[in-house]
């Protein structure tokens, strides 16, 4: 087998098992489950017809053949008899209350309408049932963070109603969780619930993997990836998130459980890693470890003692000596997901913990080393369980003070703040709070200190990058051949859904322009994202478990596995980077894009990522970790200033892009949209080249977000604030419609005026480059695509669009584009793609005139979408051969190239004419000015 075919049976199976994997069991009484052969069935609430395969935004728009949800499953299950009246009153329901799909990016509703059940209903229904499942959907995403109110973190009265009753009159009730985070969990003993299950938002194979654990295929082996609290009150970031302009992270480094186990034990109602089996084990581990080892040792045991086969994690945690920084009452180091255990079975796990894992840093020297990881003096006591609650003392060792490394002051505050402190008395801790450090260092300084050398300018020697790539000539020799303007240009990607490289994708960069193309320079492609690749002109790919469900797989080997084939799935389609996984941490359950990444805890984060990774280079392709740092928020992303301690952002929100670099070789990073500590992360040096360069000898590319702000100091983000971005070591801006115009920010200006200099230009280009000699884009502009892999990008699929061959049609300069005559004979099915080269941005509108020789009670309906969004239907009717013209608004267009489909419902019609035109200026989301 060719290592870049694309198994899509292979694929879906372990899709299924990682949703499966990551199913969260949080209480089950009554035997409700599993579901027993025979079992009859009721189904209860309109979102099990209506699955959330994920969130919104750039993380959820991926174009399937199909999504299988929860219904569907159960519809397809030999085992399992379904109460058809009851589904018979919910489609009936839902026909007469469709979904509410908003009105574009950023609109859609949390929920859908829940339809109010009659306590009738359910009684009839538990008379002829044996068991009730209660589906109930959230999603939230990109630019739309959750509320505390109905709706979105608490469920509706209609929800708790329907809730209450069902499991009132059935004994065995089940609610289904179809939510890309965590929501409020008080009802569940408030409404006396029987069996409560996250089963997240699980992509297309979502319902079938739900399906293997209701029936014991297998058992549950979730863990949460986050703290359950009370209240939305009780996170320590509640109060400070949310604000339009500044977000002060106070709780420091007392995140998550790290804050409830410390400070707050009471106010948890399900802790970190918490999750239940249809079995139950036991576990047993002891240490080994030593004030002079560079590493502690531990083996475990774990042992099935229960009746069904199935799989645990061993989670291993640590308390640190408080010492002068204070620690949290327990960190996690490690865990492990076992294999399938049978009942009685038992498996040994082994853990090596390097010292750096354990050490903790010190931003204002009270240990004498400031800047440093340290291992403060005292007991280390390692505790293992299944959940951080639960876990046991196996064993302790006593630590001598030690430096483990010697770093530098980055990123730190400027504006003076509280944090968190504990202060402790045996086994109590009392909240305290003590000055954040503040910044000692120039924010310029190191960077003007450490600007690299220029190499002379030569000129064009005739030497091209696959020169470079087989070793004929270095890279010095290379960038030497290019002039400041070509460097500049290099800078700038293009996109979205730029015609250079694969369409519908996110951006293009590198050789674009005519002078950069002569250096054999190709052009590389990304798209988004974390949940499967969009492709905006329609073609279809796989859709993933969301970022929180694979989280609480806690199973790293099966997450890099099933990244594997989409990193397969990006060589097939010729794209250099998914723009993905996303990192950030789940700082407060209300971040509406949390459903893209993966725990509140930076261990679990980082291990996964890593994973994702090397799953998704494994056949050359890659990923680009992101948001780096600090994108903790959607409301007010590209404003809202996060002001936290060095101490937190090198111990919870840098960790897991460390762990990712260090152990999964990400060579691929995004910047954030806004500011940390008073600069936009996409032009902080501190970040993106001390950090990422100089620490953790990060080898790659680092880009903006798309139409990202650059900043300097005291200054407010602007978009055409670039060359501080190039300063930085960010080495890409993502995305222009043009990458030789030299008007559009202030990169040109910045190095005639010597503030950028001819160094600076190369040594980004050098990421560049470096990058794309590592890329599939390298092999396809050298001709050393092996055969076995054009055969497999050969393989054309049922419903395929042809894009070798597509049209594309360019506007006037007022923005009209008109297609007359198109001589298209539609039929029923048939459908028409066509790509647009639009150049003014605004809202526009779309205009088709068409006859039909049949009369006026024919029914003629098309189907319009825009970058394979449907936009509406505009229906015809037979006018006995008279021209009629229909319009509808289509979509606010900032880029030149989109995708337009008309999907042709009926035969016998004739398309005179096409015209998408202009129809007023708007805003776009990314600028400060109407377009």
């Not at 199913?23 to 009484?29: R, S």
């Not at 300084?445 to 696959?466: C, F, H």
């Not at 478990?545 to 694979?550: E, Q, R």
């Amino acid at each position: 087998m060719s290592e870049f075919q694309l198994n899509q049976e292979a694929y879906r199976q372990t899709a299924c098992q990682a949703v499966a994997e990551g199913c969260v069991l949080i209480k089950n009484e009554n035997k409700t489950l599993p579901l027993q052969k025979g079992d009859r069935v009721a189904v209860f609430g309109r979102m099990a017809a209506n699955y959330y395969k994920s969130g919104l935004g750039s993380g959820g728009l991926v174009n399937t053949r199909y999504v299988t949800g929860i219904l569907d499953a159960l519809m397809a299950s030999d085992g399992i008899r379904l109460d058809k009246k009851l589904l018979k009153i919910y489609e009936d329901w839902n026909a007469s209350h469709p979904l509410d799909k908003g009105h574009g990016w950023g609109t859609v509703p949390w929920n859908q309408e829940e339809m109010p059940i009659n306590e009738s209903t359910v009684a009839e229904a538990a008379e002829a049932d044996d068991v009730a499942l209660v589906i109930i959907g959230r999603t939230a995403g990109e630019d739309q963070d959750n509320a505390a109110k109905e709706g979105s973190y608490l469920l509706t009265a209609t929800e708790r109603d329907l809730i209450r009753k069902v499991s009132k009159h059935f004994t065995r009730t089940a609610v289904l969780l179809n939510v890309g985070n965590i929501i409020d969990m008080n009802w569940v003993e408030e409404d006396k619930v029987p069996a409560v299950m996250y089963v997240w938002q699980g992509g297309q194979e979502g319902g079938n993997g739900v399906l293997s654990v209701l029936t014991a295929e297998q058992s549950p082996s979730g863990k949460l990836s986050d703290t359950i609290a009370k209240s939305i009150q009780d996170y320590p970031s509640t109060a400070n998130f949310g604000n339009q302009y500044e977000n002060i992270y106070a709780e420091d480094i007392y995140v998550g459980y790290r804050y409830f186990e410390t400070f707050a034990k009471d106010r948890v109602l399900y802790p970190f890693g918490f999750g239940l089996s249809y079995t139950t084990f036991k576990m047993s581990g002891q240490i080994a470890g030593d004030s002079d080892s560079p590493f502690v040792n531990i083996s475990a045991t774990v042992t099935n003692a229960g009746e069904y086969e199935g799989k645990e994690v061993a989670q291993l945690y640590v308390k640190k000596p408080q010492g002068a920084l204070g620690q949290p009452a327990r960190e996690l180091v490690a865990f492990e997901k076992t294999r399938a255990l049978l009942p009685g079975e038992s498996t040994k796990v082994i853990f090596t913990i390097p010292k750096y894992a354990i050490a903790s840093f010190d931003d204002s020297g009270v240990t004498g080393h400031k800047n440093a990881y340290v291992l403060e003096e005292g007991s280390y006591e390692f505790y293992l369980g299944s959940d951080v609650r639960s876990a046991q003392l196996i064993g302790s060792f006593r630590q001598e003070f030690a430096v483990v490394s010697q770093l530098e002051e980055i990123y730190a505050p400027v504006k003076p703040f509280k944090r968190m402190k504990p202060s402790v008395s045996g086994n109590y801790y009392e909240l305290k709070y003590e000055d954040a450090p503040l910044r000692t260092i120039g924010a310029y300084e190191r960077m003007e200190a450490n600007k690299p050398q220029e190499i002379a300018y030569t000129g064009d020697r005739g030497i091209v990058l696959a020169d470079v790539y087989h070793g004929k000539a270095t890279m010095d020799e290379f960038l030497a051949q290019l002039s400041a303007e070509d460097l500049i240009v290099l800078f700038r990607g293009e996109g979205m859904s730029s015609p250079k490289v694969t369409p519908g994708t996110g951006s293009a960069f590198g050789g674009l322009s005519e002078n950069l193309r002569h250096f054999g320079i190709p052009a590389g492609c990304t798209t988004d994202g974390p949940s499967g690749i969009r492709m905006d002109c329609g073609t279809k790919a796989f859709s993933l478990p969301n970022g929180t469900s694979l989280g609480c797989t806690f199973n790293v080997e099966l997450v890099e596995s099933l990244y594997a084939f989409e990193g397969k799935e990006l060589r097939k389609n010729r794209i250099d980077a998914l723009l993905g996984p996303g990192l950030n941490i789940h700082r407060n359950p209300l971040c509406g894009r949390n459903f893209e990444y993966i725990s509140e805890d930076p261990v679990l984060t980082g291990k996964m990522g890593a994973a994702m990774i090397r799953g998704l280079s494994c056949v050359g392709s890659t990923g680009t970790i992101k948001h780096f740092m600090g994108n903790n928020q959607e409301y007010s992303r590209n404003d809202v200033n996060g002001v936290m301690s060095q101490r937190a952002a090198r111990e919870i929100y840098l960790k897991g892009f460390e762990i990712s670099v260090r152990e999964g070789k990400a060579r691929s990073v995004m910047t954030t949209y806004g500011p940390v500590n008073g600069i936009w992360t996409s032009s902080h040096y501190d970040l993106n080249t001390i950090v990422l360069r100089k620490e953790w000898g990060f080898d790659g590319i680092v880009m903006t977000d798309w139409w990202a702000r650059g900043s300097v100091e005291n200054q407010p983000g602007d978009r055409k604030c670039r060359a501080a971005m190039i300063a930085a070591g960010n080495n890409l801006y993502m995305v222009v419609d043009d990458q030789t115009d030299m008007k559009q920010d202030d990169i040109l200006a910045a190095y005639q005026s010597g503030e950028l200099t001819l160094g600076q230009l190369q040594e980004n280009a050098r990421s560049i480059l470096g990058f794309l000699l590592k890329s599939p884009a390298m092999l396809y502009e050298m001709n050393e695509i092996s055969q076995e892999e054009l055969d497999e990008r050969a393989i054309v699929e049922e419903g395929d669009i042809d894009f070798e061959n597509i049209i594309t049609y360019d506007s006037d300069e007022e923005g009209t584009l008109r297609i007359e005559n198109p001589n298209w004979n539609p039929q029923q099915g048939d459908f028409e793609v066509f790509a647009t080269n639009i150049q003014r941005k605004g809202m526009y509108n779309i205009r088709i005139t068409a006859h039909s020789d049949l009369n006026d009670l024919a029914q003629l309906p098309i189907s319009v979408s825009f970058d394979n969004q449907l936009r509406g239907i505009l229906t015809f009717q037979g006018s006995n051969g008279a021209k009629v013209t229909k319009e509808m608004e289509i979509s606010e267009v900032f880029a030149p190239t989109h995708y337009v489909k008309l999907y042709f419902g009926a035969s016998g019609m004739v398309i005179d004419s096409v015209e998408i035109y202009w129809a007023h200026s708007i805003k776009a989301p990314f600028d400060d000015v109407e377009e």
